[in-house]
Structures are given as structure tokens and as C-alpha cells.
């Protein structure tokens, strides 16, 4: 997704800013419930309300640098140290950004990895 954004001509700097998945995590599962999450996270950054994360030496910090997955359902990169929700499909473990993509996913696994196999791009892109 990052490259994209590059391609089109996004300022790097700008890219430092984004995370996904966006709002805060309250286990939300419908779009409503998503949606509550979003606002609550807008709601957090308009009133400057603290979202530091605590620091520590950046030998650890550069140990901890992401690693992104790209969720089949929805095309969202899922950092891998930090997924919402992950399963096991045969051999591979497979990341998802909500519990929405993982119930998507779940019941119809085949459709989604013959699509990222061929290189086809997600349901959301």
C-alpha cells in the first residue's frame, strides 16, 4: 500500500503518520461498531489527548520495525506483531485487520487465496 501512495506522489514523510487499522480497538465486528471505533480515535487526536508511544532505545525500536501482511479480504497491510485476528490456512498463517475480514475469510478461504495466488488484488482494493 505504502508504494502506492509513493507512486502517486504522497510525501514520504507524510507516510511516517499513517497506521492501520485505524480506531481504536474495541473489538469491533460491525461496520457501525467500526465506525464508533474511527470517530473515537478522531475524537482522541482532535482533543491532543496523549498518543505517545513509550519509547525505548532505538536499538529495540529498530528490532520492532513492522512487517506487513496483506489482509486477502480487504487489501490492508496487517502488521504481523500486532494482528487483530490471525488463522492457520493449511501451511500459512494469515493476518486480518478485523474480525469482519476473518468471518469473510473463514467462509470461503479457497476464493481468497486462489485470488492472491493468480496476484489479483483483494475484494477492497
Excluded: W
Excluded at 487526536?45 to 532505538?58: G, M, Q
Excluded at 476473518?102 to 488484488?121: C, H, N, Q, T, V
Amino acid at each position: 500500500m505504502s508504494n502506492y501512495l509513493l507512486d502517486a506522489g504522497v510525501d514520504p514523510a507524510s507516510l511516517d503518520r499513517l497506521h492501520t487499522p485505524a480506531g481504536i480497538d474495541i473489538n469491533a465486528k460491525k461496520p457501525d461498531e467500526v465506525a464508533v471505533s474511527i470517530m473515537a480515535e478522531i475524537i482522541r487526536v482532535k482533543n491532543n489527548l496523549d498518543l505517545s508511544i513509550p519509547t525505548e532505545s532505538s536499538s529495540v525500536l529498530e528490532e520492532e520495525a513492522p512487517s506487513y501482511y496483506i489482509n486477502p479480504v480487504c487489501g490492508v497491510p496487517v502488521d504481523m506483531k500486532h494482528p487483530k485476528h490471525v488463522m492457520q490456512y493449511g501451511k500459512e498463517t494469515v493476518y486480518f485487520c478485523c474480525d469482519g475480514c476473518k468471518i469473510k475469510f473463514e467462509k470461503d478461504p479457497d476464493k481468497y487465496m486462489k485470488a492472491r495466488e493468480a496476484g489479483l488484488p483483494p475484494e477492497g482494493m
